[in-house]
């Protein structure tokens, strides 16, 4: 199982950006993909998540502003982030979710190892 981010880095605010999550095969056909962040000091939370039916789900913060999409040839997952703000800055992960459901991080069960995103003001 391996999960492999891109497209972080430094923008200013009201800019854009768009990460990818690059996914096996088996792994990219998991119940959901999802995206987390992680600001220092504070707990990993959920941005969005994206289920095999291609439904998808994002939390309130980020909602009108991220979209999540993915990519079923090239197995990968993405998330274009516009209008970011300084509170966007964070840790962004890549996860997968095998089975059940939720959008806790302790309903995911593979996780990729995470790509910095910051938003200067």
């Known amino acids: 199982v391996q999960l492999v981010e891109s497209g972080g880095g430094l923008v200013q605010a009201g800019d854009s950006l768009r990460l990818s999550c690059g996914a096996s095969e088996r792994t990219f056909s998991s119940v959901a993909m999802g995206w987390f962040r992680q600001a220092p000091g504070k707990e990993r939370e959920f941005v969005a998540e994206?289920?095999?039916?291609?439904?998808?789900t994002y939390a309130d913060s980020v909602k009108g502003r991220f979209t999540i999409s993915r990519d079923n040839a090239k197995n990968t997952v993405y998330l274009q982030m516009n209008s970011l703000k300084p509170e966007d800055t964070a840790v962004y992960y890549c996860?997968?979710?095998?089975?059940?459901?939720?959008?806790?991080?302790?309903?995911?069960?593979?996780w990729g190892p995470g790509t910095q995103v910051t938003v200067s003001s």
């Open positions: 994206i289920r095999w039916t291609s439904s998808t």
């Open positions: 996860a997968a979710r095998t089975r059940g459901w939720g959008t806790d991080p302790s309903s995911y069960h593979y």
